[in-house]
């Protein structure tokens, strides 16, 4: 719109720049991050770094960065326990097995 000065006012409020900015993020769960905001909470060009625990890996994006839109480029990630493949065991062989919360023998 156009504004025009008459009688000593504007005919309409002086337009105003505002920070464009995304959502708060969250921290994943079993899962950390680290985020840089250049000019406020989550402004346009801020980067959140994301990793797991140990004994969890990230699945997503390891960094998102605010977009001009107002939109982070990604989703957001999370961490999932780590899952090894089950272990073969040869005919007649023992095998011990042990996990901080059961132990398994064989």
Do not use: R
Not at 32 to 48: D, I, K, M, Q, R
Not at 60 to 66: A, H, K, R
Not at 72 to 88: I, Y
């Amino acid at each position: 719109t156009q504004s025009t000065w008459a009688n000593g006012e504007w005919s309409d409020p002086v337009p105003k720049c505002e920070v464009v900015e995304c959502h708060a993020l969250q921290k994943p769960a079993h899962g950390l991050f680290n985020c840089s905001n250049p000019s406020g909470n989550y402004a346009w060009n801020s980067s959140c770094n994301f990793s797991c625990k140990e004994g969890f890996v990230l699945k997503g994006p390891n960094i998102l960065q605010c977009g001009a839109s107002g939109e982070w480029d990604g989703q957001e990630p999370t961490c999932e326990v780590v899952k090894c493949q089950a272990v073969h065991q040869s005919e007649g062989s023992l095998m011990n097995c042990s996990h901080h919360a059961t132990e398994l023998k064989y």
